[in-house]
């Protein structure tokens, strides 16, 4: 089922550990690895770790313990590394974040203009095959505010997807939407795994999960309980923590 | 039969109050200028009811005639600008330059109190302590007999160095609440594109922010031209020391003193609207 990678390794984390304050561990000596073109998706209760594993690998977070190497590249102390992990790695949020003072298009540009240092021309090229590729060119001078959740989320999507990243990581993407705009969000991130992206992704979409996904991670209390290949997860998980926790979605309708 | 009548009665005087009601609505909606204009003529008669006795009390002979030399002096070579209006460039000249050097102590004390080192934080909280704990005048007299001289700077330079001081503390304040009222996600997404900390502020973080507290730095423009009438104390010939020079040779007092009011409200609305356009620009911008 794995035909498509082949490639080497590009994330690695060993024994990685976040505590916030008042010893909450959102992270307990997790270790990962991530083959290029892999598509990974990540579920687990509430709190479990999931967004402040993801927010660890561009350096959002700042590690306590383990290391974490991307693309060759060490997310070390190093000021130059970590914006260099940032470039290639794109990332999109629950609430989008779209800069509300620039339009659709500046948004997008903003990252090959002022990070790759592209010439306008060059960025806005880039920006106008984004935008058909997500399906809202006509768009491209609108502000975020005018545009629906789903639309909204698109942009996010092409604003990351501009940078040219190697990984792309997404954290409830379409958690936040209206129902009837999940299934716009989804074609389009189908269609970066299908071109072969490397995808993180955490999401509670168990139907994106079996179509695209290479391999599945179920977190819970800050440490993966169990890493497996979607459908031997879904239809045999080796966990009782990951049974409970897959009757508990598959009964609240999470397909 | 009677109360067929008593009803229509009714019934007719509701509808023409209604009438009358639609017909002054239809004023208010179409004429506004107009309506506030009766307003304001209606309140300016009843001030000036309740006040004219005490002036007449008063005895004052009011001269406004002698006013115009004030304001203009006509030469033999032709008109040049009078000591009031001489004063208000002064006061003009102090403003502008004291403003731009409240921004830009404001956003750099700002940056100071936000950044993680602990000596900027410090050294911006001392320098803020001290200046909105103290009153401005002193700050004022302080700078000039005591630091121009260590300084080496005249009179005009420490005046305006003072108030830039003064009301950069507050701006800073102003532009600090600014910043931090900006969102965890923005920074983040920023961060995530791999934005080097300085083109976050620069692209994201200070474009937003300054949309947040134009308002707030607009009145504080307007309390720096205010303050700047405390400069007379050092004698620097600004409109205030004007006014009161014009004053001690003419006992105009109450010519002068409106005029020098009236000059100061005119500037301060003229701003105020300015801003108030371009704040409303910005608005249509992002929607
Ligand atoms: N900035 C922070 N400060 C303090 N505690 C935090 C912070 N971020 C996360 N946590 C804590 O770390 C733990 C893991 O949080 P995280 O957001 O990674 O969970 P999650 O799996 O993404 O949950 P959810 O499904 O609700 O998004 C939680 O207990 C959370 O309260
Ligand atoms: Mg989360």
Redesign the pocket.
Same mark, same amino acid.
């Given at each position: 089922m794995n035909s498509k990678i082949t490639g080497d390794t590009i994330i690695s984390t060993k024994n990685i550990s976040k505590t916030? /304050?008042r010893d909450?561990k959102?992270l307990e000596k997790v270790s990962l690895e991530v083959k290029q073109k892999e598509v990974v998706v990540i579920i !687990?209760p509430? !709190? /479990?770790?999931? /967004?402040?594993?993801l927010r660890c690998l561009n350096g959002l977070e700042e590690i306590d313990e383990g290391s974490i190497t991307i693309d060759n590249t060490p997310l070390d102390g190093h000021h130059h590394n970590r914006l260099k992990i940032r470039t290639e790695v794109g990332m999109v949020f629950q609430n989008f974040n779209l800069f509300p003072h620039m339009t659709v298009g500046d948004n997008i540009r903003i990252g090959p203009r002022h990070v790759r240092k592209q010439n306008q021309a060059e960025a806005d090229q880039i920006t106008d095959e984004l935008l058909k590729k997500v399906g809202i060119y006509d768009k491209i001078d609108a502000y975020p505010r005018q545009l629906s959740g789903g639309q909204q989320q698109r942009v996010a999507i092409a604003r990351a997807l501009a940078m040219n990243p190697l990984i792309m990581l997404f954290d409830?993407p379409t958690s936040a939407l209206d129902p009837e705009m999940v299934g716009e969000v989804l074609e389009v991130m189908k269609d970066l795994a299908h071109e072969g992206m490397t995808m993180l992704v955490?999401t509670h979409e168990m139907g994106f999960a079996r179509e695209v996904g290479d391999r599945i991670i179920f977190?819970d209390e800050g440490k993966i309980v169990e890493e497996n290949s979607i459908d031997d997860f879904f239809d045999n998980p080796e966990e009782k923590r990951s049974k409970q926790f897959l009757s508990k979605i598959l009964h609240n309708g999470g397909c | 039969m009677e109360l067929i009548f008593r009803m229509n009665i009714f019934q007719s005087v509701s509808e023409k109050i209604t009438k009358l009601h639609r017909h002054l609505n239809i004023l208010k909606v179409r004429q506004p200028l107009f309506y506030e204009t009766v307003k304001f003529l209606l309140f300016s008669t009843v001030i000036i009811l309740i006040i004219a006795p005490g002036l007449k009390g008063l005895n004052y002979r009011w001269q406004w005639y002698r006013l115009p030399d004030y304001l203009l002096l006509k030469t033999k070579t032709g008109i040049s600008a009078g000591p009031l209006l001489k004063g208000l460039s002064v006061t003009l000249f102090i403003s502008v330059i004291s403003l731009c050097l409240t921004v830009i102590i404001g956003f750099a004390t700002a940056l100071l109190r936000l950044s993680e080192s602990i000596t900027a934080v410090f050294i911006s909280r001392v320098y803020l302590e001290l200046i909105r704990n103290t009153p401005l005048l002193i700050q004022l007299f302080l700078m000039y007999f005591v630091i121009s001289p260590i300084l080496g700077i005249g009179r005009l330079p420490s005046a305006i160095l003072a108030l830039s001081l003064f009301e950069g503390a507050y701006t800073s304040e102003i532009i600090r609440s600014g910043i931090i009222s900006i969102e965890r996600g923005q920074w983040e997404a920023a961060h995530s594109l791999g934005l080097p900390k300085g083109l976050v502020y620069r692209l994201i973080i200070l474009p937003q922010a300054f949309r947040q507290v134009l308002p707030m730095l607009a009145s504080q423009a307007i309390s720096l031209i205010k303050d700047s009438a405390l400069v007379s104390t050092i004698a620097i010939y600004d409109l205030t020391m004007r006014g009161q020079v014009a004053i001690s040779e003419t006992f105009l007092t109450f010519e002068i003193w409106f005029t020098v009011a009236a000059v100061y409200l005119i500037i301060n609305i003229a701003l105020s609207q300015i801003i108030m356009i371009f704040e409303r620009r910005l608005k249509k911008v992002d929607l």
């Open positions: 916030f /304050s909450i959102a !687990g509430s !709190g /479990s770790g999931k /967004s402040t594993l409830e955490v977190m | -």
